[in-house]
């Protein structure tokens, strides 16, 4: 058995940044692509790399549609606002996903959030859904409406086939209000920690909860379910007096580990 690599240097239509990708052959003619390199700058509408999420869940009160994702001006937008035709998910939000597989390595995001109390607004990875027996596993940086002078970082991981979840969450005081400016917010993933940034400054780490499989890039901005009280506890009630409320995503980037 033997295997080769090639280097593919791709360009982006909409970030007109090169993603870089490595192709690895083996003796069965299978190639197995990894992306080395990825920015995405949102200059213009979305790239085929990304994919509008539309599905929801229970302890989301928002009914998650493409009206409520919005790239102008070098920004992506994703907007929160009520939804008079949809008496279950009384509001409308946001979620994109890229369609790219990473396995460690540097991700970060230039975002601000300006959101009401009762949202989150999230930069995460997350590994591929599975209809059965999906061992869900995550990396978030999320920011809560209800406290825009802190983050949230969190590793989820649901194991023996998704019954059994282990999870560690971190708040971290920021210093400043998220919903000020843009600042830069990074994950760094290895074999054996996570760690969190805050404007290239070290912020948390996390060694007891790993990941070992290839995840995907997503973002996304939702409102908690107004009959869920767990929900409703972390996030506070929703108040719609501050709606739309809006988080925006200068750029998005990608680095191999060193």
């Known amino acids: 058995m033997f295997e080769f690599i090639c280097f593919t240097a791709c360009f982006n239509d ?3 940044k090169p993603m870089l990708t490595t192709e690895t052959k083996n003796a069965n003619d299978t190639i197995r692509r ?17 994919m509008i999420q539309r599905y929801s869940f229970p302890e989301n009160g928002c009914e998650m549609l493409d009206s409520q994702v919005l790239v ?12 008079k035709k949809n008496k279950a998910k009384p509001y409308k939000g946001g979620e994109i996903s890229l369609a790219l597989p990473f396995l460690y390595g540097h991700f970060k995001v ?3 959030n300006e959101i009401a109390p009762g949202t989150v607004s999230s930069f995460f990875i997350m590994n591929k859904w599975q209809p ?23 590793v989820h991981h649901f194991k023996n086939g998704g019954k059994n979840h282990v999870e560690n969450l971190h708040l971290h005081q920021l210093g400043f209000d998220s919903s000020k400016d843009f600042h830069e917010y ?3 993933w290895t074999k054996d ?3 969190w940034y805050v404007d290239g400054k070290w912020a948390y780490s996390e060694k007891r909860i790993l990941i070992d499989e290839e995840m995907y890039i997503r973002l996304n901005h939702w409102a908690g379910a107004l009959d869920n009280n767990f929900i409703t506890n972390w996030l506070g009630k929703v108040d719609t007096s501050k709606l739309p409320s809006r988080v925006y995503y200068d750029y998005i980037k990608y680095e191999p580990l060193k």
């Open 186 to 188: 990074s994950i760094e």
């Open 14 to 16: 909409n970030a007109h």
């Open 110 to 112: 230039r975002m601000k």
């Open 34 to 50: 990894r992306i080395t390199q990825f920015e995405e700058h949102f200059n213009s509408k979305l790239s085929e790399n990304w």
């Open 193 to 195: 920690s996570i760690s």
């Open 72 to 83: 102008k001006n070098s920004v992506l937008t994703l907007v929160i606002e009520l939804n």
């Open 132 to 154: 059965e027996n999906w061992e869900h596993k995550e990396i978030d940086i999320e920011f809560l409406g209800k406290n825009k002078s802190a983050v949230q970082f969190n």
